[in-house]
């Protein structure tokens, strides 16, 4: 079956740092691949999304590439801020729209 | 702000109460989805209703009841609850492609006492 595997957190990173959350699937097929952000309290929301391979997915300043060539969508951020922290999810559909099989998570802490 | 909302956004009920969830989303999306989210877990599928009929259902115990009424509207109902039901409740849409995102209500927390 599917499967999204997420670098193990919490990661915590000082303010203006680089970020680097790893995530890598195994799937059927040709799944989209999404990330998806947690901020306390809340809901999780779209981040990103790439649907095929070697597309780039980007938004508020964190990107991510679809590498079907070694089954991976790590996010990138150049610079975090307090603001960013959350958990992030990362996430697939293959086959369908109904069923999301979703990584573990990964807690981002950024401190000032 | 949320696209979807979902009310309430607290519950504390005892095991032998009945309530429910509701949620409602006005994106024109038809697909809907229940998920229960443990602290510091993924969301776990519970429901899926397509065009208004339920499609999925993940071997959820007969105690969570789900309910569309409409294509904006989504109903939870509890009964007999368990001390391990204590959650986050999530609702989400979405429209029905592979590649269409789901969006997410910030979700009912549930506390069976």
């Known amino acids: 079956g599917d499967s999204v595997t997420q670098m193990e957190g919490p990661v915590t990173l000082s303010e203006e740092a680089f970020l680097t ?19 306390p309290g809340e809901g999780l929301q779209l981040l990103l999304k790439a649907t095929k391979a070697d597309d780039k ?17 790590h996010l990138e951020k150049g610079s975090v801020q307090v603001s960013d922290s959350a958990v992030y999810f990362c996430a697939l559909h293959s ?5 999301v099989t979703f990584g573990t998570g990964t807690k981002l802490q950024v401190i000032p | ?18 309530k429910s969830l509701k ?12 998920y229960k ?16 009929k339920l499609s999925i259902n993940e071997s959820v115990p007969s105690r969570f009841s789900p309910e569309c009424p409409n294509s904006s509207l989504l109903n939870l109902h509890l009964h007999a609850l ?7 409740y999530l609702c989400a849409s979405s429209s029905t ?10 979700g009912t927390r549930l506390s069976i006492l």
């Open chain 1, 21 to 39: 959350i790893n995530c890598t699937y195994t799937a059927t097929g040709y799944p989209s691949l999404f990330w998806y952000v947690q901020y």
């Open chain 1, 57 to 73: 997915g980007s938004n508020k300043g964190f990107e991510a590439t679809y590498r079907k060539e070694t089954t991976s969508f």
């Open chain 1, 95 to 99: 086959g369908g729209y109904q069923k």
């Open chain 2, 1 to 18: 702000d949320t696209e979807v909302t979902q009310t309430p956004k607290h519950l504390v009920m005892g095991m032998t109460n009945k």
């Open chain 2, 23 to 34: 949620c409602e989303q006005h994106m024109g999306h038809r697909a809907m989805y229940w």
């Open chain 2, 37 to 52: 989210q443990k602290a510091k877990k993924p969301p776990e599928l519970m429901f899926v209703y397509s065009y208004e």
């Open chain 2, 82 to 88: 368990q001390p391990e039901d204590s959650a986050l």
């Open chain 2, 97 to 106: 492609g592979r590649d269409q995102p789901q969006h997410f209500g910030d």
